[in-house]
Nanobody, 119 residues
Framework: QVELVESGGGLVQAGGSLRLSCASS????????MDWYRQAPGKERELVAS???????TYADSVKGRFTISRDNAKNTVYLQMSSLKPEDTAVYYC?????????????WGQGTQVTVSS
């Protein structure tokens, strides 16, 4: 059974930092691409950052230069280091894992962790 568990969310003042973690189990983590998404109230879920199995990263324009995605395959964990946080970064943050098999692509989701940035 695949499970993703996010942690590290909380309340922080604007300009502060947080590090989110997402621990994966039940897959061959090192083979899979990982993403962080976020969803603010009343808005659609948006892709924040991605890291491929080989470590290539991409970011949404809104977080470039402020957020860093990384992974530790020995710990089956992906991280999102968030700095210079803004009130508009307030959202529930979700990690997802994309698994590629001979019969198709599967995507798994965590339960989300709340990040609240106060002004």
């Amino acid at each position: 059974q695949v499970e993703l568990v996010e942690s590290g969310g909380g309340l922080v003042q604007a300009g502060g930092s947080l590090r989110l973690s997402c621990a994966s189990s039940g897959t061959i983590f090192s083979d899979n691409d990982m993403d962080w998404y976020r969803q603010a109230p009343g808005k659609e879920r948006e892709l924040v950052a991605s890291i491929s199995a080989v470590g290539s990263t991409t970011y949404a324009d809104s977080v470039k230069g402020r957020f860093t995605i990384s992974r530790d395959n020995a710990k089956n964990t992906v991280y999102l280091q968030m700095s210079s946080l803004k009130p508009e970064d307030t959202a529930v943050y979700y990690c997802s894992e994309r698994e590629y098999t001979p019969v198709g692509e599967y995507e798994y989701w965590g339960q989300g962790t709340q990040v609240t940035v106060s002004s």
